[in-house]
């Protein structure tokens, strides 16, 4: 899809803000279980930024839109932030919440939490192997021994590793394709259900900047991981989150496949 944009903010310090309550905090969100720092959001961060969107070739989906007053938070979030049920707070562009880590994925963690599953994926392969390394079957099988006997430990490592690499495997696999995509894992679950996806289908990816612009933004312009290896502000509280304008234009039909990936003229994956 086209005409997602974003105007996307270059003062890029530290990430963790939040509000609850309507009481202000600028200190880190405390996140003690998981290395993936929470990426909240308050009216600090938000000052200055519209939150009014209007559609073109959406008809009057969006004329006049505004989204729904977080009461919890006491601000109106910017599009492609939910409220998290669990972390009670709004979250930058809401991925989903990681009970495995304890924390919420968001814009300035999502990079971070693919690495992660990335490294599990592999670890967990390896584990396999170690595992298969242990089987003995046919002539190798020691003199009056069964195989449940010489193989029981392999057997019962694999039917505990096997679906944890599988497991990890898919969560790579899947964040991998929403990265290529500039997608969150709430947007394709919730899909028309969700305020600002209204007027698009499943492949219309409104917010794609086609592969290598989304690869770009998944991996150094949103994440907090690549703002301090560039050095820069380290005042937590300058950070302030992606602003994304609203769909305006679907192209469904585009010869430049490159650009759009997932839907044009020549295939469709939904």
Known sequence: ?????????????????????????????????????????????????????????????????????????????????????????????????????????????????WVYCMLQAAACWVCVSVVNSGHIAGKHLPKHSTYLESNGMVIVSSMYIWPLALFSTVMFVIHTVLALGNVTTFEVGGGGDIDYLKGTKECDLPFSRGIDGNIKLFCCHKDLLWSRFTGSPKDEGSWTPTVWKAPSRIIRDSEDWWEHPWENKYWSCC
């Open 1 to 113: 899809g086209e005409g997602g944009g974003e105007e996307s903010a270059r003062r890029r310090g530290g990430g963790e803000v939040g509000i609850k309550g309507g009481q202000h905090d600028l200190s880190p969100a405390p996140s003690p279980q998981s290395t993936i720092p929470i990426v909240f959001l308050s009216p600090q961060n938000l000052e200055g930024r519209m939150t009014w969107h209007g559609g073109r070739e959406l008809g009057d989906t969006y004329k006049g839109y505004q989204r729904k007053y977080c009461q919890t938070c006491d601000f109106r979030p910017p599009l492609r932030s939910h409220h998290c049920k669990t972390c009670d707070r709004c979250v930058a562009t809401f991925d989903h919440h990681c009970f495995f880590i304890n924390t919420c994925i968001g814009e300035r963690n999502h990079f971070r939490f």
